[in-house]
């Protein structure tokens, strides 16, 4: 369903002569090409499933993130701009992110449920948010506020 998305978008930005949207969508059916690629390899003929898709682009969105950080360090504005105009375009093919109040309430949920009372516990914890809310929520920022309630 994503990979016919993103073809339909890029079709959509062609038509409308929208470069920036262009450029971005080729860069991701590039990297999302390459992934096939070593899915291949693996013996998977039929390439990478939905849900790695949306991993692989929201590994994008942080990759661009990053580098927002150090170019507003490094006060260059156009590039920062550039990378945000990428970021919106990547974010339209994720789901809907889960609030930090959602994420905060989902991650207690999750404690509780599993009974975890020590840092021990923190990787059924990250398992388990990972296998219920993959592609929904930061998992960078999930994982300090788990870390912060089994403390």
Not at 100 to 109: C, L
Not at 120 to 146: H, P, T
Request: proline content about 1%; charged content about 35%.
């Amino acid at each position: 369903m994503l990979r016919n998305d993103l073809n339909e978008a890029m079709k959509q930005a062609m038509k409308a002569k929208d470069q920036r949207s262009l450029a971005t969508i080729r860069l991701i059916l590039a990297a999302l090409k390459d992934r096939d690629i070593q899915a291949r390899g693996s013996g998977n003929s039929e390439g990478i499933v939905d849900a790695e898709i949306t991993e692989m682009l929201q590994k994008m969105v942080r990759q661009r993130r990053d580098a927002i950080e150090l170019y507003t360090q490094g006060g260059r504005q156009d590039l920062v701009d550039r990378e945000d105009a990428e970021i919106q375009v990547i974010q339209r093919f994720l789901p809907k992110q889960m609030s930090d109040e959602e994420a905060a309430r989902a991650i207690a949920e999750t404690i509780d449920e599993l009974e975890a009372a020590s840092i021990k516990d923190m990787g059924r914890v990250m398992a388990s948010l990972k296998e219920r809310y993959a592609g929904r929520m930061d998992f960078g920022k999930a994982s300090g506020l788990v870390k912060q309630r089994l403390v």
